[in-house]
């Protein structure tokens, strides 16, 4: 069975710094691309970031950039979400997605299999 879990959410000051986690099991997380997807009441679910199965490229939202990166041990079998500088508009639940054997990374939901149950991330003073 695939699976995937978040981690590494919780409450930060703006400024602050979080590292988010995304665990895999059942399957072998580097023959995946994943991507980070947030969500907030009322708005649609938007990508993040991800990285791909076989290159290692990446893709952020433009929002991001610079300020979070994404990073895959295969060791673990765990993709990180790193988050500096973080902003109250980042304040969002935080999920992981997987999907098979992409070369390149997209960040469109209907693009990935597997989803984590999220990871609840707020950014207020």
């Known amino acids: 069975q695939l699976q995937l879990v978040e981690s590494g959410g919780g409450l930060v000051q703006p400024g602050g710094s979080l590292r988010l986690s995304c665990a895999a099991s059942?399957?072998?997380?580097?023959?995946?691309?994943i991507g980070w997807f947030r969500q907030v009441p009322g708005k649609e679910r938007e990508g993040v970031s991800c990285?791909?199965?076989?290159?290692?490229?990446?893709n952020y939202l433009d929002s991001v950039k610079g300020r979070f990166t994404i990073s895959r041990d295969n060791a673990k079998n765990t993709v990180y979400l790193q988050m500096n500088s973080l902003k109250p508009e980042d304040t969002a639940v935080y999920y992981c997605?997987?999907?098979?054997?992409?070369?390149?990374?997209?960040?469109?939901?209907?693009?990935?299999?597997?989803w984590g149950q999220g990871t609840q991330v707020t950014v207020s003073s």
């Open positions: 059942g399957f072998t997380l580097d023959y995946y691309a």
């Open positions: 990285i791909s199965s076989s290159s290692g490229s990446t």
């Open positions: 997605a997987a999907v098979g054997f992409q070369e390149v990374c997209v960040m469109a939901i209907g693009g990935y299999d597997y």
